[in-house]
């Protein structure tokens, strides 16, 4: 079971409630779009694998277990493709590209339509 995601600049926990909590938080850390972002990481799955070969330069991401086992995973890149490599199995997974900011980032709030206000009506 998935209980921390450690991505560059925002890490997630899953608390014993079952919610998931985001620092730094943000107005855009709302319990639904983070357990959006926790659902994607655990749905992702790679086009196709390769031998990584020798551990790329990039950005780390750290993925705890429940019982405190960690992973750990390096953005190669996201152009063509989102590739992530990991330096334990030495393997490069490729995923769609457009997995990428579904992962690393969390949803922007919608916008509110033209001509509405995102504050609620004053009595």
Do not use: C, H
């Amino acid at each position: 079971e998935l209980v921390g995601i450690a991505l560059p600049g925002l890490s997630l926990s899953k608390g014993e409630d079952g919610s998931w909590k985001a620092e730094p938080a943000s107005a855009a850390a709302t319990p639904a779009a983070l357990a959006k972002l926790a659902e994607g990481w655990k749905a992702a799955s790679a086009m196709w694998n390769e031998a990584g070969g020798e551990e790329p330069q990039g950005q780390g991401l750290r993925f705890t277990l429940k019982g405190g086992a960690q992973r750990e995973l390096v953005v190669v890149g996201t152009e063509p493709q989102f590739s992530l490599y990991s330096p334990t199995a030495k393997i490069r997974y490729q995923l769609s590209k457009a997995l990428a900011e579904e992962l690393l980032q969390l949803p922007k709030p919608a916008e509110p339509p033209v001509g509405k206000s995102a504050e609620p009506p004053k009595s």
